[in-house]
């Protein structure tokens, strides 16, 4: 998930960028799924997320050449703050499901 700042007069120049962006990732393999929005509140606030197979597809997708050609500058301008998370619960009406986390002190849980 990156966060952006897009000043107006730069919507849909930005957008373009993200459908490039968006293009390149959708391309390597892991590539779930990926999404561009804007804020209902702030238009000025935009969020890229994507989802992958797993971390390592995501690190691997950053060294694509295309990759590097058109989603490395989007993603150069988000806000400088985390961008990368891992699934820890999963909600479907009536369940929620509970995935381990690789950040936990013993590992990953039900693995």
Request: proline content about 6%.
């Amino acid at each position: 998930m990156n966060r952006f700042e897009v000043p107006d007069g730069d919507e849909e120049g930005f957008v373009d960028r993200g459908k490039a962006a968006l293009a390149a990732l959708g391309a390597c393999p892991g590539f779930v799924r990926g999404r561009l929005g804007r804020a209902m509140d702030e238009r000025d606030r935009w969020v890229l997320t994507t989802e992958w197979e797993s971390v390592g597809t995501y690190r691997r997708a950053l060294s694509n050449f295309d990759v590097k050609m058109y989603g490395t500058p989007l993603l150069a301008a988000a806000l400088p703050e985390a961008s990368a998370f891992e699934v820890l619960l999963d909600a479907r009406p009536g369940e929620v499901a509970e995935h381990g986390g690789d950040l936990a002190p013993d590992g990953p849980r039900g693995a």
